[in-house]
């Protein structure tokens, strides 16, 4: 069946909702930091930037076009899971949006499986700090083998371009909050974390310790880590070292080694 599509959440209204956010969280930051930084902020904030850069290019120039051509495809045709679902169009975008949520629990788990994809997601956790720019630092390379990924999720959930375009929103919110060095106020960040992943629970995911690795993987909702029950909550941020013990060293971190990181030989990285 053919039908006329809504249009896309338009790019300058997520640009404008991501900057408010990211400036906000960067006011908290430097208020209310949730855990002391390992090295100057602005140093790691820049060398993350640069790496987000190459990032974005890649989206950009290869991601952005696929995934909007696939689900201008999916969507005219009421392809997909969401798309056959007989209920109101509210009521499948919001299934559409939780379903792309959960194909990227499923992802990240694959990354820290599989040994290509962890070569290039060790890159994202052997950041030895934890603030809103961590959420951006993907290896380009990252970003480049999530497209087959990327265009499965759209093509077996039905994604429209409208659905499409609130899940990246929703997805860019979520992450730059969840990585954010950011103490909430205890009591709301209790009631928080009961819908989706808040700071001091995506800290425990990077800490340096091979036991945490699979604990609150989600980028959006908190449920998707309960049921494959690796929801783990209770652990002190000032307990935690972020980073990766293998990589601790000044030497492993600087741009150009981490830019390199995928292309060398592995180190068990959560070996000391
Ligand atoms: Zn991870």
Redesign the pocket.
């Known amino acids: 069946m053919m039908r006329p599509l809504a249009r896309p959440v338009p790019p300058w209204l997520s640009a404008t909702l991501l900057a408010t956010e990211g400036l906000a969280l960067l006011a908290l930051e430097l208020r209310r930091p949730l855990r002391t930084a390992p090295e100057p902020k602005v140093r790691r904030d820049a060398r993350n930037a640069v790496i987000a850069a190459l990032a974005l290019g890649a989206t950009t120039a290869v991601e952005a076009p696929v995934a909007a051509r696939l689900a201008r495809f999916a969507g005219v045709r009421r392809w997909g899971i969401a798309g056959r679902l007989p209920l109101p169009a509210p009521a499948r975008a919001i299934a559409a949006v939780a379903l792309m949520d959960y194909t990227m629990y499923l992802w ?1 788990v694959l ?2 499986r599989t040994s290509l994809l962890w070569r290039f ?1 060790v890159v ?2 052997v950041d030895r700090g934890l603030d809103a720019s961590t959420a951006l630092r993907f290896h380009v390379g990252e970003q480049i083998l999530s497209v087959p990924w990327r265009a499965a999720q759209i093509l077996v959930i039905g994604t429209t371009p409208l659905q499409l375009t609130l899940w990246q929103t929703a997805f860019l919110a979520s992450i730059v909050f969840h990585h954010s060095n950011v103490r909430l106020p205890a009591r709301f960040e209790r009631v928080l974390r009961l819908l989706i992943i808040t700071p001091p629970l995506h800290g425990i ?2 800490a340096d310790r091979r036991e945490l ?1 699979y604990s609150n ?1 989600s980028s959006g909702l908190t449920l998707w880590d309960v049921l494959h029950r690796t929801y783990r909550s209770g652990i002190a941020q000032e307990r935690l070292t972020i980073g990766l013990p293998a990589y601790a060293r000044d030497a492993d971190l600087t741009l150009r080694r981490v830019l390199a990181l995928p292309f060398e030989s592995q180190r068990d990285a959560f070996a000391d």
Do not use: D, P, Q
């Open positions: 990240h990354a820290h997601h994202h956790h995911h990077h690795e993987l």
